[in-house]
């Protein structure tokens, strides 16, 4: 299959006063042309900081220290900035999941959507505003002529999710990278807001990364699922065999933790412990101080990545040492 996007052994550090911050700590991930992969973890885990990294979004005291990004081919990471912001918005576009803290408040909505372009463009007012319009309409938005005239505090919280879909999807985006793109909804919007992005791929023909906490949305809308704690990438698998068959012991807490729609209760178990310091993190396995499973080994030495069947790998000695038993 046709790779869109290779990220190779990311890192990316955040200098505070209590020592650096390993937000990002060698992550490796890949995305197929037409593909939905999510990524997934406990909060704070890194997942919004890798998705800022790609794009080159990342803030001081935030910083990237290495790994490459490739774009079909080209390093997002060492592209001059004007050949990024060429290809940022135009051929990979990003929602964020908080659209208040992205839309700004003193702006029309409709000339936020289109203000890249129009700066890239020269594009004329008439030709601005109409492709703001139709960017509205291609998010299933009722009224575009009269939300694209609005400030965002006149519109509602799934509709400035909305406009901030539209704002992505505007130049029809290769990638499309969906950060939490559910946060602060209600359910019924939530719904929505997923099935929307789901068209709107299909549609477009664009690959999509969904960065989320909700295994439920990973279940129904991505063929493929990457595990990240503490900074790395603990597992990799498709959608169906990462749910049938786990192979790392994070994941399986996690799967556990998630609370089934149609059993009891007595099937909900939460993880115990907290997650680790990034600024010192633990010499073995990050995951080894809350494992019900770990060996001696896991807490003085780091596991390798294990590569298993249909795509599938796993950070862990556990399964280092299976694989070694099948062998």
Wanted: charged fraction near 25%; include cysteine.
């Amino acid at each position: 299959m046709e790779t869109v996007l290779d990220v190779r052994d990311l890192a990316t550090h955040i200098a505070t006063d209590a020592g650096t911050l390993r937000a990002v700590d060698g992550a490796s991930l890949r995305i197929h042309a037409g593909e939905a992969v999510a990524l997934v973890g406990e909060s704070g885990c890194g997942k919004s900081m890798t998705a800022l990294s790609i794009l080159r979004l990342v803030r001081r005291p935030g910083r990237i220290v290495g790994g490459q990004a490739l774009y079909r081919g080209e390093d997002l990471l060492a592209l001059p900035e004007e050949r990024m912001r060429d290809l940022r918005g135009a051929r990979v576009s990003i929602v964020f999941q908080d659209p208040m803290t992205f839309l700004n408040p003193l702006m029309r909505v409709g000339d936020q959507i289109v203000e890249a372009r129009r700066l890239r463009e020269r594009l004329d007012h008439a030709r601005a505003r109409a492709l703001a319009v139709e960017a509205l309409r291609t998010v299933r938005i009722a009224s575009p002529e009269r939300v694209a005239a609005s400030y965002p505090h006149q519109l509602s919280g799934g509709m400035r999710q909305r406009a901030m879909i539209a704002m992505a999807v505007l130049s029809r985006p290769d990638l499309l990278i969906a950060d939490e793109p559910t946060t602060a909804l209600d359910v019924t919007i939530q719904a929505q807001i997923m099935t929307l992005l789901a068209e709107l791929r299909r549609e477009l023909g664009s690959a999509m990364l969904l960065i989320t906490h909700d295994l439920g949305l990973v279940a129904q809308f991505c063929d493929r699922v990457y595990v990240m704690y503490a900074g790395q990438i603990v597992e990799e698998a498709p959608v169906a065999r990462l749910f049938a068959a786990p192979r790392h012991p994070y994941t399986r807490a996690l799967l556990r933790s998630t609370l089934p729609v149609d059993r009891r209760i007595a099937t909900f178990s939460a993880i115990e412990g907290q997650p680790p310091s990034l600024i010192a993190p633990p010499t073995g396995c990050r995951f080894a101080p809350r494992c019900p499973e770990a060996l001696a080994r896991c807490a003085r030495e780091a596991p390798p990545v294990v590569a298993g069947e249909a795509g599938t790998s796993a950070r862990c000695w556990l399964a280092a040492e299976v694989a070694h038993d099948a062998a």
